[in-house]
């Protein structure tokens, strides 16, 4: 693998290229490799020269041959891009092709004429034309012959090339201090042949927004027309590119059966029907030179993927044979066959035992690699980790290591990512001139970055490119070489070790945790996915960023079940359940058992309950509890375990206060009131029947004398 660090630095270089107030970087929008033209009659190669103005940029590109390179003994056709991007028009001036017949000595010499303009030697001038000129966000381009009598002859090698627009500037004219010229750099590679062989390797990956396994929705997005699986396939596709393919992105088709998206179905096949060579790379990218050094006993692996599996995808129908007045006979579902893991993550025609980790290995680790193959290893490592080598498979200690080119695979890959293909186009000439320099051994061996966002045209041309100066070998004849003796030149980085060790502590505590599930690997599975990515290759800048966020992420997990905090409980009876709340922030349900101590023997408490607790939900249990003799103030806790007795969240305590007599002594005026209202009752009515006993007598009377004197009046 090419080092992060390495690209970071050449982008860094690239940025800060220039003069005073220019900023060279590279340039011109090219012609295509499928135009079947002569290396004299191409113009693809540029670099790009910008003057900055308060109202914007004057971009200037220089192209030269087919990707820089042209044959002895033919005319040389260049091609220069005025682009005005300001909103000034751009005076007329004359523009100038210069050659430096001296030519670059090594590839420390090619960096510094691109990167600081410096070099040795007299230029020629091989062309002058008038440009004319360019109006406001306009571009203008001129083309320049020029014949082989006044190119001359040039042996094998890169020269500096250079090209000058004079007077070219959107500035006021009057301003004596305001550059009136825009200069850009760039190289002529004259090549009499193909004679080196190369091999370039394309890591095809692609990352889920949750870390684990790539949903259907994602597919359905990647595997589109435009999407960027599609990218990588299309930008492979004709060319002898060796692939590394992460597994997991046909196990996240595969997972889905019936269910997967047509477009992630077309493009599984679309890769197995390539012709490429090609191998797969750990699971997520996984770096194996990490886990070497943490001394696992084997490298990290998915677990289970049945937790992904839904057998309503996977069923079959077979057609019934029993004659039925229907038209046709109804299918009969049969028994789902579910594939194996190993199914699910087959890589069609790859090739075994290689490991493509970042760079920081050591001797140790390379004999721990060979423990983790049944059959032999062989390790890709960029140059930069090698500190003598004169070919491309080398021997350390018994371990076979395949070396590749860190600087020209670093400035690939930065034209592999470029969508402008000006800027494309220098990379590459860049990265072809570095090619030249190769020390007198073939084959080479080029890998590009880990990147999930290259445009198909731009991956395409940078692989082609290299047909300019090179034919392409097989992977399977640069492991069977001969290898040379080389000794490594880095140290490891125990940081990276030490966040590891922790990843998988946490994940073991995870493994435990997930006890309370009825399905463990809903949980577990997805975790160690993104372990695996988490210590990927690709993601080696980001390591311990994404680490510490993935450590406070599995914490909330570990959290996500627990006893909330009980308000303070007054036990006025001697016996009522104690109401206690149980926080479930799972999508899933799980199995718990509360666990209730009383601090004091005055408090009776069932000591266990068994319940489900419900996805994302805060679960009312009801605990049964009987006061003894006494009262007072004691305590409860409170805590939770899966049933296998694994410890769940954090244990709570509710503070009680007993107060069992005062249920006796209320009893005891309640059974007064309620005899002193039966006693006031009897009272009452024996007084009533007492008054109602000697009512009549005298009721009788007065009715009688009341009689009496109604007749006498008659």
Same mark, same amino acid.
């Given at each position: 693998?090419?080092?992060?660090?390495?690209?970071?630095?050449?982008?860094?270089?690239?940025?800060?290229?220039?003069?005073? @107030?220019?900023?060279?970087?590279?340039?011109?929008?090219?012609?295509?490799?499928?135009?079947?033209?002569?290396? @004299?009659?191409?113009?693809?190669?540029?670099?790009?020269?910008?003057?900055?103005?308060?109202?914007?940029?004057?971009?200037?590109?220089?192209?030269?041959?087919?990707?820089?390179?042209?044959?002895?003994?033919?005319?040389?056709?260049?091609?220069?891009?005025?682009?005005?991007?300001?909103?000034?028009?751009?005076?007329?001036?004359?523009?100038?092709?210069?050659?430096?017949?001296?030519?670059?000595?090594?590839?420390?010499?090619?960096?510094?004429?691109?990167?600081?303009?410096?070099?040795?030697?007299?230029?020629?001038?091989?062309?002058?034309?008038?440009?004319?000129?360019?109006?406001?966000?306009?571009?203008?381009?001129?083309?320049?012959?020029?014949?082989?009598?006044?190119?001359?002859?040039?042996?094998?090698?890169?020269?500096?090339?250079?090209?000058?627009?004079?007077?070219?500037?959107?500035?006021?004219?009057?301003?004596?201090?305001?550059?009136?010229?825009?200069?850009?750099?760039?190289?002529?590679?004259?090549?009499?042949?193909?004679?080196?062989?190369?091999?370039?390797?394309?890591?095809?990956?692609?990352?889920?927004?949750?870390?684990?396994?790539?949903?259907?929705?994602?597919?359905?997005?990647?595997?589109?027309?435009?999407?960027?699986?599609?990218?990588?396939?299309?930008?492979?596709?004709?060319?002898?590119?060796?692939?590394?393919?992460?597994?997991?992105?046909?196990?996240?088709?595969?997972?889905?059966?019936?269910?997967?998206?047509?477009?992630?179905?077309?493009?599984?096949?679309?890769?197995?029907?390539?012709?490429?060579?090609?191998?797969?790379?750990?699971?997520?990218?996984?770096?194996?030179?990490?886990?070497?050094?943490?001394?696992?006993?084997?490298?990290?692996?998915?677990?289970?993927?049945?937790?992904?599996?839904?057998?309503?995808?996977?069923?079959?129908?077979?057609?019934?044979?029993?004659?039925?007045?229907?038209?046709?006979?109804?299918?009969?579902?049969?028994?789902?066959?579910?594939?194996?893991?190993?199914?699910?993550?087959?890589?069609?025609?790859?090739?075994?035992?290689?490991?493509?980790?970042?760079?920081?290995?050591?001797?140790?680790?390379?004999?721990?690699?060979?423990?983790?193959?049944?059959?032999?290893?062989?390790?890709?490592?960029?140059?930069?980790?090698?500190?003598?080598?004169?070919?491309?498979?080398?021997?350390?200690?018994?371990?076979?290591?395949?070396?590749?080119?860190?600087?020209?695979?670093?400035?690939?890959?930065?034209?592999?990512?470029?969508?402008?293909?000006?800027?494309?186009?220098?990379?590459? @000439?860049?990265?072809?001139?570095?090619?030249?320099?190769?020390?007198?051994?073939?084959?080479?061996?080029?890998?590009?970055?880990?990147?999930?966002?290259?445009?198909?045209?731009?991956?395409?041309?940078?692989?082609?490119?290299?047909?300019?100066?090179?034919?392409?070998?097989?992977?399977?004849?640069?492991?069977?070489?001969?290898?040379?003796?080389?000794?490594? @030149?880095?140290?490891?980085?125990?940081?990276?070790?030490?966040?590891?060790?922790?990843?998988?502590?946490?994940?073991?505590?995870?493994?435990?945790?997930?006890?309370?599930?009825?399905?463990?690997?809903?949980?577990?599975?997805?975790?160690?996915?993104?372990?695996?990515?988490?210590?990927?290759?690709?993601?080696?800048?980001?390591?311990?960023?994404?680490?510490?966020?993935?450590?406070?992420?599995?914490?909330?997990?570990?959290?996500?079940?627990?006893?909330?905090?009980?308000?303070?409980?007054?036990?006025?009876?001697?016996?009522?359940?104690?109401?206690?709340?149980?926080?479930?922030?799972?999508?899933?349900?799980?199995?718990?058992?509360?666990?209730?101590?009383?601090?004091?023997?005055?408090?009776?408490?069932?000591?266990?309950?068994?319940?489900?607790?419900?996805?994302?939900?805060?679960?009312?249990?009801?605990?049964?509890?009987?006061?003894?003799?006494?009262?007072?103030?004691?305590?409860?806790?409170?805590?939770?375990?899966?049933?296998?007795?694994?410890?769940?969240?954090?244990?709570?305590?509710?503070?009680?206060?007993?107060?069992?007599?005062?249920?006796?002594?209320?009893?005891?005026?309640?059974?007064?009131?309620?005899?002193?209202?039966?006693?006031?009752?009897?009272?009452?009515?024996?007084?009533?029947?007492?008054?109602?006993?000697?009512?009549?007598?005298?009721?009788?009377?007065?009715?009688?004398?009341?009689?009496?004197?109604?007749?006498?009046?008659?």
């Amino acid at each position: 693998m090419i080092s992060p660090r390495i690209g970071s630095r050449v982008r860094a270089q690239r940025c800060a290229r220039g003069f005073v @107030a220019f900023s060279l970087t590279a340039g011109l929008l090219a012609a295509p490799h499928f135009i079947a033209v002569s290396p @004299a009659a191409a113009a693809v190669t540029a670099v790009t020269a910008v003057e900055d103005t308060d109202a914007g940029t004057v971009e200037l590109s220089l192209s030269a041959g087919l990707h820089g390179v042209i044959q002895p003994g033919v005319a040389l056709t260049t091609s220069i891009t005025i682009n005005n991007s300001s909103d000034e028009e751009l005076p007329a001036g004359r523009v100038a092709i210069e050659l430096n017949r001296t030519p670059l000595a090594d590839r420390t010499a090619v960096t510094s004429w691109l990167d600081a303009g410096e070099t040795g030697g007299e230029f020629d001038l091989l062309s002058s034309e008038l440009s004319t000129a360019v109006p406001a966000s306009e571009t203008a381009m001129i083309s320049a012959v020029t014949p082989v009598t006044t190119l001359g002859v040039l042996a094998d090698g890169v020269y500096p090339l250079r090209v000058t627009l004079e007077d070219g500037t959107t500035g006021d004219a009057s301003d004596t201090d305001a550059p009136r010229s825009i200069t850009a750099n760039s190289v002529l590679i004259v090549s009499a042949g193909a004679a080196t062989q190369v091999t370039i390797m394309v890591p095809i990956t692609a990352t889920p927004a949750d870390g684990a396994l790539l949903t259907a929705d994602e597919l359905s997005t990647l595997t589109a027309p435009d999407g960027a699986l599609t990218a990588q396939l299309d930008g492979i596709s004709g060319t002898a590119a060796v692939l590394a393919v992460d597994p997991l992105i046909p196990a996240a088709i595969r997972v889905l059966g019936s269910a997967a998206p047509l477009t992630a179905s077309d493009w599984l096949s679309r890769l197995e029907t390539l012709s490429n060579d090609r191998f797969a790379l750990q699971y997520g990218d996984a770096d194996a030179t990490v886990q070497a050094q943490a001394d696992l006993p084997e490298l990290l692996s998915p677990l289970p993927f049945t937790s992904y599996l839904n057998e309503a995808n996977f069923l079959q129908t077979e057609g019934t044979a029993t004659p039925s007045p229907s038209p046709s006979p109804s299918p009969t579902p049969t028994a789902p066959a579910l594939p194996t893991d190993d199914e699910l993550t087959v890589i069609d025609a790859e090739e075994s035992g290689i490991l493509w980790p970042l760079g920081d290995v050591n001797t140790a680790d390379l004999a721990k690699f060979a423990t983790y193959f049944d059959s032999d290893v062989t390790t890709i490592l960029p140059s930069s980790s090698i500190a003598a080598s004169t070919g491309t498979l080398i021997e350390i200690d018994g371990d076979n290591v395949l070396v590749m080119d860190a600087t020209a695979s670093a400035t690939l890959s930065d034209a592999a990512a470029e969508e402008d293909a000006a800027l494309r186009e220098h990379e590459i @000439a860049e990265a072809l001139a570095q090619l030249t320099f190769t020390g007198g051994h073939t084959p080479l061996l080029v890998g590009l970055d880990r990147d999930e966002n290259r445009t198909a045209d731009a991956l395409r041309e940078t692989i082609l490119s290299l047909s300019t100066i090179s034919e392409p070998i097989g992977l399977d004849a640069l492991r069977t070489a001969a290898p040379v003796s080389a000794t490594l @030149a880095v140290e490891s980085s125990a940081d990276r070790v030490a966040v590891l060790s922790k990843l998988l502590a946490d994940e073991a505590h995870l493994a435990a945790f997930s006890s309370i599930l009825d399905d463990p690997l809903v949980l577990r599975s997805p975790e160690r996915l993104q372990i695996l990515r988490l210590i990927g290759v690709g993601a080696s800048d980001s390591y311990a960023e994404d680490a510490g966020a993935h450590q406070t992420k599995t914490r909330t997990t570990l959290n996500a079940v627990g006893v909330q905090q009980p308000s303070p409980i007054q036990l006025f009876t001697s016996a009522a359940p104690l109401p206690v709340w149980v926080r479930n922030d799972l999508p899933w349900p799980v199995n718990v058992t509360l666990t209730s101590t009383p601090s004091d023997a005055r408090l009776d408490v069932q000591p266990t309950k068994d319940f489900v607790a419900q996805p994302a939900n805060n679960e009312r249990v009801k605990v049964p509890v009987e006061a003894r003799v006494g009262s007072g103030e004691l305590e409860v806790s409170f805590s939770l375990s899966s049933p296998t007795g694994v410890p769940i969240g954090v244990d709570q305590t509710a503070k009680v206060t007993v107060r069992a007599e005062w249920e006796n002594i209320g009893l005891g005026i309640l059974g007064g009131v309620i005899a002193l209202l039966l006693v006031l009752g009897v009272v009452r009515t024996v007084v009533r029947r007492r008054k109602a006993a000697g009512q009549p007598a005298s009721v009788t009377s007065e009715e009688s004398g009341d009689s009496t004197e109604e007749v006498t009046g008659e």
